[in-house]
């Protein structure tokens, strides 16, 4: 019988059939997949409360056709302080939600996989959520090939030099000065900002503190999330919301809302 074993988070469920749900996951072994839970939405179902987003499981999953259905799993980590109202679990459901968004059908990446365990876990630990937010986003936008041209102009090609930096959502990167009397919504980036990805990008979850360069590439990061990759300005906007008003850092800017 194909059987497979893996490790996965769920990312997240919807209702299947009659009583069954389908559930995403995000496995070490095989990047992301869907799989029909039998049973889940029946009053006595014996899944309890493994299906929760976040949770790691070790799977066992009956393979057929293109087709998964879990057979049996094994709570890992259950992640459960995460899922209490809060600024560390608004971020965390942002981080499945990216994993979610970016990743496409069994394409497996184990460091992606690691980083979000890593994440996860200083989250749990009570690590500062934007600065783990973003970390791991840089990581896992590079480890997915989708890093933003920060070199060379992303609308001409030319080398970018000097302290200002310029970056263009739409584009996809950084931008010439040339360039930027020809193109909309560009965000004016100082040294430190560009130093500070560097450190986010570097750093392991622990050794991070949030400061106030976060800001700035929050913006940035999630402006090139909406308009380079589709992610949803619903959830985007929702995530921003809550950072405000859970943390107070201030006044996010309009263009963001
Ligand atoms: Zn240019």
């Avoid at 879990?70 to 992640?79: A, D, E, R, W, Y």
């Avoid at 990446?109 to 690590?127: C, I, K, R, T």
């Avoid at 010439?176 to 980036?189: E, I, K, R």
């Amino acid at each position: 019988m194909p059987l497979l074993k893996a490790t996965g988070f769920v990312l997240k469920t919807r209702s299947w059939g009659e009583g069954d749900k389908l559930a995403t996951f995000f496995t070490r072994e095989k990047g992301k997949i869907f799989g029909v839970v039998r049973g889940a939405r029946k009053p006595k179902s014996h899944w309890g409360g493994a299906l929760e987003p976040m949770t790691l499981l070790d799977l066992m999953v009956y393979e057929k056709g293109g087709r998964h259905t879990l057979t049996q799993c094994q709570i890992v980590k259950s992640f459960r302080t995460l899922r209490q109202p809060g600024i560390s679990g608004s971020t965390a459901l942002f981080l499945t939600e990216l994993v979610d968004k970016l990743t496409t059908e069994e394409d497996p990446n184990p460091e992606a996989f690691n980083q979000l365990e890593l994440a996860l876990s200083a989250l749990e630990s009570g690590f500062p959520p934007l600065s783990v937010s973003l970390s791991f986003t840089l990581k896992f936008l590079n480890l997915l090939g989708f890093w933003p041209l920060m070199d060379v102009c992303a609308s001409c090609g030319k080398r970018i030099e000097g302290g200002m930096f310029t970056f263009n959502p739409k584009s996809g990167g950084l931008i010439c000065p040339d360039c930027q009397g020809l193109l909309s919504g560009n965000v004016s980036l100082g040294e430190r900002t560009i130093n500070r990805i560097k450190i986010l990008l570097h750093s392991t979850y622990p050794e991070l503190r949030d400061q106030a360069e976060d800001l700035e590439l929050n913006e940035l990061l999630l402006s090139f999330l909406r308009s380079q990759l589709g992610m949803e300005t619903s959830k985007v906007k929702t995530f921003l919301e809550k950072l405000e008003k859970e943390q107070n850092w201030g006044n996010f800017p309009n263009s963001l809302r």
